[in-house]
């Protein structure tokens, strides 16, 4: 049982999960006078491990089966624009349940990635409005491209050296001179 307690510590702080001691208890409730909305907010809205989990895979499953749904109504630009985009913001905010939204976005803003982040959420932008207001299936599908890459790159900057790997890959596969 020692293990199993062991080794669900590691999963928690591999996730980001905090372990509270009873003296940390203590020291929250006197420091709870002082705190911030987002510290109500998280306070509120604490989750066991498993129900972590649970809403990471649920969330991450729709957000996917969402996503893979928008290619069948691929020729229709509003339904997949919203069907495509509402997929990959669902499986966005399924990394919430993990690490919980305060630190979702502080990860997002981080000046490692406060690029990569702007640029996927305004790529969204981008598609939503080209599907719900521009109705033109190749400025979608363009600006769905666009939001895809924009994905990849947001999702490389977790991982690290991938975007320095990644950019010299490609600058190896293009490069014109012999």
């Not at 203590?26 to 809205?45: K, L």
């Not at 509402?86 to 997002?108: H, Y």
Request: negative net charge; contains cysteine; hydrophobic residues 50%.
């Amino acid at each position: 049982m020692e293990k199993m307690n062991q080794a669900l510590e590691k999963m928690k702080m591999l996730v980001g999960i905090e372990i509270e001691d009873e003296e940390e208890d203590e020291h929250s409730t006197a420091a709870a006078n002082n705190s911030s909305f987002m510290d109500d907010f998280n306070r509120n809205c604490t989750l066991s491990t498993k129900q972590r989990f649970y809403g990471f895979a649920i969330c991450f499953a729709a957000g996917l089966a969402c996503t893979l749904l928008s290619m069948l109504v691929f020729f229709n630009p509003v339904k997949f624009g919203i069907t495509f985009t509402f997929g990959n913001l669902l499986s966005l905010g399924s990394t919430a349940f993990l690490i919980g939204p305060q630190r979702q976005v502080t990860m997002m803003l981080d000046p490692v990635r406060i690029y990569a982040t702007a640029l996927y959420l305004a790529s969204i932008i981008i598609a939503l409005l080209c599907a719900l207001y521009v109705h033109n299936k190749l400025l979608t599908l363009l600006a769905i491209i666009l939001e895809f890459g924009a994905l990849v790159w947001y999702s490389l900057s977790y991982i690290p050296f991938a975007r320095s790997m990644v950019s010299k890959i490609f600058f190896a596969c293009f490069d014109t001179e012999f």
